[in-house]
């Protein structure tokens, strides 16, 4: 692909800066965008145009059903985290095991597409057939994050993304949370 990798302590950064390997990225992703940041997308396509008189399509939000490709795994892989809980009542009585993806409920700019993610993360939880859950905190400075929450954690759920992330897998770390 072309770039820069950059290491931090906790996470590792991608700087793609040069015309050719932006163009590869813009022509490998283009159509397999699934939330509101395609509106940041299209407006990289729209720079192009106006400074280089490339002509890309602006395609649409991928509606296709979630568990035909890859996407949701990258999302999990990025956005997701896997838990290992005891349930106790006095003692410890029971393993809960679970998959998360907590996302904010509005993208921070206007879309043309709609500024927000419950569209994307109603698709998660009908294939997962688990109930979305709204979720609020008050952060540093009094700032309020609103955001949407999708859980596995009962048998059904546990084994729909099993069996898919057997047949997509994770590319981080996580990987090793779903090995057999």
């Known amino acids: 692909m072309g770039g820069n990798l950059y290491i931090k302590n906790n996470y590792c950064k991608l700087l793609i800066k040069f ?3 932006v163009l590869r990225v813009i022509y ?3 159509g397999y965008m699934r939330t509101p940041k395609i509106e940041a ?3 990289i396509i729209q ?3 106006f400074k280089y008189n490339y002509n890309i399509n602006l395609l649409c939000l991928d509606q296709s059903p979630l568990n035909n490709n890859s996407w949701l795994s990258g999302y999990i892989d990025a956005d997701g985290s896997f838990y290992l809980n005891w349930l106790k009542k006095g003692r410890a009585t029971n393993l809960q095991y679970y ?3 907590k996302q904010r409920q509005n993208s921070h700019r ?3 597409v709609g500024i927000s ?3 994307i993360l109603s698709r998660i ?3 997962l057939s688990v109930n979305l859950q709204s979720h609020y905190r008050i952060r540093k400075n009094h700032f309020q994050e609103y955001s949407y929450k999708v859980r596995s954690g009962n048998y059904i759920s546990n084994y729909i993304i099993l069996s898919y992330l057997l047949k997509f897998p994770l590319f981080s770390y996580k990987y090793r949370a779903v090995q057999v």
Request: a positive charge.
């Open 19 to 21: 015309k050719p390997s």
């Open 28 to 30: 490998l992703i283009n």
């Open 41 to 43: 997308f299209h407006r």
């Open 47 to 49: 720079w192009y145009y």
């Open 99 to 101: 998959m998360r993806v």
């Open 110 to 112: 206007s879309s043309l």
């Open 117 to 119: 993610y419950l569209n």
């Open 125 to 127: 939880t009908t294939l």
